[in-house]
């Protein structure tokens, strides 16, 4: 019962990721033009895309889960303080503390890997 826990913990932390990286590349022009209104160069959102597809499906499948986990953790830590910074909003307080939230269960992955229905114990 605990591998098939893990494997659903596993596909409920990655799935938001797979699903914004996809979103992303629908909305291309306009997450390029959101992400240069916070000052970053709009070329950063091919690999924020790459790395929002290719690692939930790792973690997911539990192949190289600890370091696309890790992966994971900093974007989590990097996006919060980035666009959710704005403490004075409460809609921003509970993104920023989604965002460090997450990190910490990908911090969990890092720590102790993919348990059950995985790769990375092949």
Not at 58 to 86: E, M, P, R, W
Request: proline share 2%; charged share 10%.
């Amino acid at each position: 019962m605990i591998k098939i826990f893990d494997l659903i913990g596993r596909v409920f932390i990655s799935g938001i990721f797979l699903l914004s990286g996809f979103n992303k590349i629908g909305n291309y022009d306009g997450t390029i033009g959101w992400m240069e209104s916070f000052g970053l160069p709009g070329f950063l959102l091919i690999p924020a895309i790459v790395l929002e597809i290719v690692a939930p499906i790792l973690i997911i499948v539990g192949y190289q889960t600890k370091i696309a986990a890790a992966a994971l953790s900093l974007f989590c830590i990097a996006t919060a303080f980035i666009f959710h910074n704005d403490f004075s909003d409460q809609m921003q307080i509970i993104a920023f503390m989604k965002n460090i939230a997450l990190a910490g269960g990908f911090l969990f992955l890092v720590a102790n890997g993919a348990k059950g229905y995985c790769l990375d114990k092949k």
